[in-house]
């Protein structure tokens, strides 16, 4: 099989949301709002909501998106190149080659807006992942409604150190969105379970 799946279960927690900062971190002061990265819209996150990582996909986004288009174009490319092509077409030759060299750059330059367009948000209170070019799409997820996460990681994937996290919600049990292709998968799972464990030990704490 050509990927690795890993099931990792989280903690469930109490429905009732949080309304602090987690536990151990410097909560702002009276009158503040923490830090909103530049990424995101200011009504993505709510006042005093703390970001513990703010990333985007590896560069290899770019290729691994690409790669059937790139492939085609470049099939394109090479098909200009056949003696069969040069003998019956020899004027369509340079135009088949400039096909296929534009196929491949044009998706490459959407999969530049694609890479730029994605943003992956863990907060002391949700997990949020924005995405889409021409049509904005956010999910968002309170993490005591996270169920489970998924790591799959391909071949290709385990050679350049990337992997896609898969989010599952409570109620459904289906997944319903992905971080794909970041960086240390493994490191990001670890950061979301903490947030996952801090979040609900001070729901349970506070609902004594």
């Given at each position: 099989m050509g990927a690795h799946l890993v099931i990792q279960p989280l903690p469930s927690g109490s429905p009732k949301a949080a309304t602090q900062p987690a536990e151990g971190a410097t909560p702002p002061a009276e009158g503040a709002?923490?830090?909103r990265p530049a990424t995101l819209s200011r009504?993505?996150?709510?006042?005093?909501?703390?970001?513990?990582?703010?990333?985007?996909?590896s560069p290899w986004f770019l290729l691994l998106a690409s790669a059937p288009v790139l492939?085609?174009?470049a099939a394109v490319m090479l098909v200009a190149n056949l003696w069969l092509v040069r003998e019956l077409?020899?004027?369509?030759?340079?135009?088949?080659?400039?096909?296929?060299?534009?196929?491949?750059l044009l998706r490459l330059a959407w999969a530049v807006l694609e890479w730029s367009a994605r943003h992956y948000i863990?907060?002391?209170?949700?997990?949020?992942?924005?995405?889409?070019?021409?049509?904005?799409?956010?999910?968002?997820?309170?993490?005591?409604?996270?169920q489970n996460t998924l790591i799959v990681r391909t071949l290709v994937q385990r050679v350049l150190g990337l992997g896609?996290?898969?989010?599952?919600?409570?109620?459904?049990?289906?997944?319903?969105?992905?971080?794909?292709?970041?960086?240390?998968?493994?490191?990001?799972?670890r950061e979301i379970t903490k947030a996952v464990s801090r979040y609900t030990k001070m729901n349970g704490s506070s609902s004594l």
């Open positions: 709002v923490a830090a009504t993505i996150l709510a006042d005093g909501e703390i970001v513990i990582l703010d990333l985007r996909p492939t085609l174009g077409y020899p004027n369509g030759r340079g135009v088949l080659f400039q096909a296929g060299l534009w196929i491949m863990l907060t002391d209170r949700r997990v949020i992942r924005q995405q889409g070019v021409l049509n904005v799409d956010v999910f968002e997820c309170r993490l005591d409604r996270l896609t996290l898969y989010f599952a919600t409570a109620g459904t049990g289906a997944v319903e969105a992905s971080w794909m292709h970041v960086k240390n998968p493994a490191a990001v799972h």
